[in-house]
């Protein structure tokens, strides 16, 4: 920040705090819907899963006749039975088959988008935090110009120790900025 420019500084830190919010909506919305739409294929899952048990008992039951009444006028029937019973097993077991899949590849995407959420929260937060910390500096260092005497002339006679002083502290800032930006904060 310029000492003798009195204007503020633009704030960098909206351009990204807008555009993390803007995820952040994106992948709410997409949450939403998702978590709508888990339920109903699970419900649809254990429809089908029912529904080929029942066929499942229902060919053993038609198969264990077939065995007691082998060359009997009837065993065309049970036949066609079997034979019906086998098909409507393999449409539900595809269907069961694609259910899970699908179930599983939306389980997935949902896992995906709450951890992107938590990672975006997380940056959110840093961001909100170096936003405070860049005005705290900010701040500090217009008081520290003021003090010096550099600030529109607050002061007539600057004490020059008082500016090295200063000046001291400002490079301490500095390196503790410096610091805390190789750490990571």
């Known amino acids: ?45 254990g429809r089908y899963q029912r ?28 036949g066609e039975l079997q034979r019906t019973a086998v098909q409507m097993g393999s449409m539900h077991s595809a269907q069961v088959l694609r259910l899970t899949e699908k179930l599983s590849l939306m389980q997935g995407r949902r896992d995906a988008i709450s951890r992107s959420l938590l990672e975006l929260e997380a940056s959110r937060a840093k961001l909100d935090v170096s936003r405070r910390l860049s005005k705290d500096r900010e701040n500090l260092s217009r008081a520290l110009y003021e003090l010096a005497g550099t600030g529109g002339g607050v002061a007539k006679v600057p004490d020059l120790g008082l500016r090295n002083d200063l000046k001291e502290a400002r490079e301490a800032v500095i390196l503790a900025e410096a610091l805390l930006e190789v750490k990571g904060s």
């Open 51 to 78: 529904a080929l048990r029942g066929w499942e008992r229902r060919l053993v039951r038609v198969n264990e006749e077939l065995a007691r009444h082998s060359g009997e006028p009837q065993t065309s029937a049970l």
């Open 1 to 45: 920040m310029d000492p003798h420019n009195k204007a503020p500084s633009p704030d960098n830190y909206a351009a990204f705090l807008a555009r993390l919010d803007a995820a952040t909506a994106s992948l709410s919305t997409r949450a939403r819907a998702l978590d709508k739409a888990l339920p109903a294929i699970s419900l649809l899952l």
